[in-house]
C-alpha cells in the first residue's frame, strides 16, 4: 500500500506525531525562558451550551453596555430608582474593568464571567428595561409578581 512506502518522517507527519512534538517542544522553550505568545483569542469556546464565542467580545460588551444606558433614559426610568441605579451600578462596574484590564482573560477573572456571558446578560437587560418601564415599580410602591400561568407565558401582577 501507499502507507507503506512512505517514510518514517512522512507517516509521523501524516499522523501528526511530528506537529505535535513541535509544538511540545516549542511551548516548553517558551515556557523556560519566561515568554508568551500574545494572542487575542484565549480559548477556543465558551464552553456553555447555545453561547458562541464572539469575535471583539469586547467591544462588543462596550457597545451593549452603552445600549444599556442609553436604554434607561429613553424608556424614562427615572434617575432616583432603585433598579435604574443598581443597572447603572452594573454598567460602570463594566465600564471600569473594560478600560483598565487590558487581556481578556483577566478581564473574565476580574468579572467572574466570560465577555459573552456579560453580553447575553445585557442583551436580557435591554429587553427587560422596557418591561420595567410599563410596569414602573417605584411607583406607588407596589410589588409586581411575574409567575408562569403554565403555558409557559408570564402573567404580571401587581
Request: net charge negative; hydrophobic share 35%.
Amino acid at each position: 500500500s501507499e502507507y507503506n512506502k512512505m517514510s518514517t518522517t512522512a507517516k509521523r507527519l501524516a499522523s501528526g506525531e511530528l506537529a505535535s512534538r513541535i509544538r511540545l517542544a516549542a511551548s516548553y522553550v517558551s515556557e523556560s525562558l519566561g515568554l508568551r505568545a500574545y494572542s487575542t483569542q484565549h480559548k477556543a469556546t465558551t464552553g456553555i451550551v447555545g453561547l458562541p464565542m464572539l469575535a471583539g467580545a469586547r467591544d462588543e460588551l462596550a457597545r451593549k453596555v452603552d445600549d444599556v444606558m442609553r436604554a434607561l433614559d429613553a424608556h424614562g426610568i427615572p434617575k432616583t430608582a432603585s433598579y435604574r441605579k443598581a443597572v447603572e451600578q452594573k454598567c460602570g462596574a463594566l465600564l471600569d474593568g473594560l478600560r483598565t484590564q487590558q487581556n481578556d482573560e483577566e478581564l473574565e477573572r476580574a468579572f467572574g464571567r466570560q465577555l459573552e456571558e456579560e453580553v447575553k446578560l445585557c442583551e436580557d437587560e435591554l429587553r427587560l428595561i422596557p418591561k420595567m418601564a410599563d410596569w414602573k415599580p417605584w411607583v406607588g410602591g407596589g410589588a409586581i409578581n411575574v409567575v408562569e400561568d403554565g403555558s409557559g407565558e408570564q402573567v404580571t401582577t401587581t
